[in-house]
């Protein structure tokens, strides 16, 4: 009986362990989409966001070094099929750009041709935690009485980095910034 007392200690230990470790790899993410909403105008779907934001402290320096960092924010609308795999509707894709520049001491978020300017970097992130009316398709394109998946993710994009940190970005959890997908329904 010893040896189980002794495997019996080391599974509890170890469980510990887990437990404690599992709130830093859930806060290690830093990204996830906490709500999102599609709404309808007379020709339009606008799409309404908000997003939990936390930048480490590499992709922080980084950005303060004068490396621009790109976030893709993806947007699908299916409609699910028995007898095959879901239809995709429609399939939008916005980038947003967050630059430092040294000399104005500013940084700058840039989307859809229109360039914000803030003088801290928890502005920025405040801003960036919300995407406000983002015209994604035609009303015309779903039709009534018929049930849609949409799907939305906002992730890092490693491939606009210079080179040398695209490499840095393959070899390390720092650089991999990505939500789950956020899955909702649709009924137009």
Excluded at 86 to 111: F, G, P
Aim: glycine letters at 2%.
């Amino acid at each position: 009986m010893p040896c189980w007392k002794k495997l019996q200690a080391l599974l509890s230990a170890l469980s510990i362990a887990l437990v404690s470790v599992a709130p830093l790899s859930a806060h290690a993410e830093g990204l996830a989409v906490k709500k999102a909403e599609l709404i309808a105008s007379e020709d339009w779907y606008f799409l309404q966001a908000d997003f939990d934001i936390d930048l480490n402290k590499s992709l922080e320096e980084a950005l303060e070094k004068g490396v621009s960092l790109n976030f893709l924010v993806d947007l699908e609308v299916t409609r699910p099929r028995w007898y095959w795999t879901d239809e995709v509707m429609v399939s939008a894709r916005q980038n947003i750009r967050i630059n430092y520049h040294a000399l104005t001491r500013q940084y700058h978020l840039s989307s859809n041709n229109i360039t914000l300017s803030f003088n801290s970097l928890a502005e920025v992130k405040e801003q960036l935690k919300h995407i406000a009316d983002w015209k994604v398709f035609e009303r015309s394109v779903l039709k009534k009485g018929t049930a849609y998946r949409a799907a939305l993710r906002m992730k890092l994009d490693i491939k606009q980095l210079p080179k040398p940190l695209q490499v840095e970005a393959l070899g390390t959890k720092e650089w991999d910034l990505a939500s789950e997908w956020f899955r909702f329904p649709l009924a137009p």
